[in-house]
Every structure is written in structure tokens, then in C-alpha cells.
């Protein structure tokens, strides 16, 4: 009776043990998740679960910037785990004097960029409408830049985070220049998985 009473407590504190290293596991993966409203007016978060996202961060003198950044990933957009998104750094701007005009000016340059970015989808075999997957954030007094990590003032050069699917981020890029795109999209390529598609024509990420 003592050995079978001694077999059932130890099958209990070994359920008790495997019980507690899932909750750490399911813990250890969890990540808080933050948003933001973009330039459509949709609250959208910025590291989702389940999705890779690549935010790229610049001020409005980075227009051309941002496009050619954003060009290092055209072969995985269009796939269902990864996002793209643009934050445009304002606070030394006198874009918040208007910005209904320049909510507006975003939402016609990613209107453009639809079409564009529905080839990719296409390559993907993704039949989602791209345009609602497209978010761009103004940034008019840096809550949004605080948000990602960066607390100081704006600076001029471009940024970049990259989060994985659990909403961690994988690596920062607090001064983001030409030499670090190629290892910036073999990150979110790696994180991605799978095999992206060659982009026929390269898509803007329009600001």
C-alpha cells in the first residue's frame, strides 16, 4: 500500500513539475504587445503575435531613404507572416500644423503603392487586398518612437527594429545606413522562413 501511495505522489509531483515548465515556457514566449494609429486611422499593433514585422523609422527628409530600405525586403512581402511599416519621425516638422494634409499625402502614396504590391502578393499566392495590410504612422510628438525603444530626441538618420513572430524584437538598428540593408533583410528573411519570391519590380515604401 506504501508503494503504491509513494508510485501515486511521485506521478503527481512529475505531472506537478511538467505543468509548471509549459506555464515558464508559455511565459518566457508571451510578449507585451503595443499599437498605434496609422495614417488610415486603424489602431494597429506594432508587434503582433504570429507575424514578422520590419518598422522603419525616419523623419520626412527620408523619403528616398525609406523607398530604398524598403526595396531589401520586396521578396517576402506579400507573405502572410511578414509586415512591413513605416514610421515618419515629425517632431521637428511643421507637419503638425496640418496633419489631417499630411495623413492625407500618406494615404495617396500608399493608394499608389497598391499596385505594385498586389504583384507580390500574387507571387505569394496571398488573394488578400494588400492595401489593408499597409500601415504608415505619423509621429508628431515621438510617442510612437518612444514606444520602439528610442526615448531620445529625433535624430537624422534612419532607424529600423525588427520583431519576430512572438513579438520580441530580434535586433535594432539605431542608425540604420546602406551597408546594414543586406544584413537588416537577410534578418527578417531568416525570421520569416520559407523561400521568398523574386519581386519583379521594386515596390516604395511610401512615407
Known amino acids: 500500500m506504501y508503494w503504491k501511495n509513494a508510485n501515486r505522489d511521485w506521478r503527481m509531483l512529475t505531472l506537478s513539475v511538467v505543468a509548471c515548465w509549459v506555464l515558464a515556457l508559455s511565459v518566457a514566449s508571451a510578449q507585451y504587445t503595443f499599437g498605434a494609429k496609422d495614417a ?3 489602431n494597429v499593433t506594432l508587434n503582433p503575435a504570429g507575424q514578422t514585422t520590419l518598422i522603419l523609422i525616419g523623419n520626412d527628409d527620408h523619403e528616398d531613404d525609406l523607398r530604398e530600405a524598403a526595396r531589401v525586403v520586396d521578396d517576402i512581402r506579400g507573405n502572410p507572416k511578414f509586415r512591413l511599416y513605416v514610421v515618419v519621425d515629425l517632431r521637428d516638422s511643421l507637419g503638425g500644423i496640418a496633419p489631417n494634409l499630411v495623413y492625407s499625402q500618406m494615404k495617396e502614396n500608399m493608394d499608389a503603392e497598391q499596385p505594385q504590391l498586389r504583384e507580390l502578393y500574387k507571387l505569394h499566392g496571398n488573394k488578400n487586398n494588400p492595401r489593408k495590410d499597409m500601415a504608415t504612422f505619423a509621429d508628431f510628438n ?27 524584437v530580434v535586433q535594432r538598428w539605431n542608425a540604420l545606413k546602406k551597408k546594414d540593408y543586406p544584413q537588416m533583410g537577410a534578418k527578417a528573411r531568416t525570421e520569416v522562413g520559407g523561400s521568398p519570391v523574386r519581386a519583379a519590380k521594386a515596390v516604395p515604401a511610401n512615407p
Open 40 to 42: 488610415d486611422g486603424k
Open 142 to 168: 515621438g510617442q510612437i518612437v518612444d514606444l520602439l525603444g528610442w526615448k531620445d530626441e529625433t535624430e537624422d538618420y534612419l532607424r529600423a527594429v525588427l520583431y519576430d513572430k512572438n513579438g520580441r
